[in-house]
């Protein structure tokens, strides 16, 4: 049964562009029953944040931040967590916010039993990310290679006060069953091209794999200290945040590597080129998919379409513009004739499962005379439907593009350059 997640917004320190990236992240980790974003809406500054957070009914909380009451904004998120706290009891509280002032909240919220996840920049407070019990990084990744040495070092302070004084070793038969949980949960995170991974998105992938995933089971409080006992599996630069090297996966990557790139010569060779001798990216993924059920580039370490085919550059070269255009690069692979028929290939099975998610999905939502609904009421039902739902699952980055996949299928209303409303077709 997935975790009751209330999702609680600070907007005086996040920007309203990351909304859609919040609430994926924040329904990954279980069902969000109350979605909830707080600031003084009299401001100009947030005017984008109120109309993108009413797109995804959100509750707007109104706090006047009076120049003369610091934190005004803090102290009304933190009493009405009090509040949900014992009237909706949910099971875990998502704070998206930078701001060290939320510490006290976590500590109060880790008395009542709740998990507590945060959400936000890289450049978040070291002591608020350390009172989570997971944190989500959002924004520009720094590269592992250049982090601060002030930052290394307030890490290592917090590794040695949050290990247990006496580390617990590891059975054979633990470190076993955890070595097949990571190679499980690292093809749903997204890869550095050097093979770098952020340890709060492993964390998420490895309860999504295995729902009672806790380092508590293997007798440590955070992952950080648990991944330590696996040195001969793992290497981990700590930093703010932690990055994790798979040290056993670079065989595979190489076989991998040959693979792929076959999918996609094949890929290039059963179609006809749009352009010269160039195709289309949403071809070319299309193409992908029937090659290959249930394809993802999230199988090979990427976290979309382009990632992955930038990850071969010897053997294709993506041309800029509008539509993206890709091609084989000279030499790679001869062209095979085009038959005059084209053979029939089969509808993905991927993509005829999201089209029935969503159907059942749209009868579950109250609809109005012109049989239109928010994304956000879409994306709860979906959730219900089916748990752990991710528009990742089926290859595109937000409910938007997945159901811009479905032009058949779906209608959708903008408002400027966002979806605001969508409905079946007749």
Known sequence: MPRKIALLIDADNISYKFLPRILEEAQDCGEVILQAVYGDWEQPNLQNWREVAEQYDFHLRHQNNDPNTKNSTDMRLTVEAMDILHWKKPDCFCLVTNDADYIPLCDRLHEAKKRVIGIGYYQASEILIRSCDQFIFIGQRPSPTQQTIESLVAVSDSVTTSTPTEPIPLTANQKLELQKLILKAITKVPQEKDGWVDISRLGTALRQVQADFEPSNYGYNRLNPLLGEMLDFVEIQEAIPTWVQFKLTTASKRSKLNNQQKLVVEAFTS????????????????????????????????????????SMPDLVQLQSGSPALIRLKNGVAPKQPKPKTPPKTKTPPKTNNAQKLIIEAFARVPQTTGKWITLSALGTALSQVQTGFSSKTYGHSNLTKLLQSMPDLIDLQFEGKVAKLTRLKK
Not at 278 to 283: C, D
Not at 287 to 307: C, D, M, V, W
């Open 271 to 310: 179609v006809e080129q749009e352009t010269g001798d160039s195709i289309t990216l949403q071809t070319l993924g299309s193409t992908l998919r029937q090659l290959q059920e249930g394809f993802t580039p999230k199988t090979y370490g990427h976290a979309s379409l382009r990632k992955f085919l930038q």
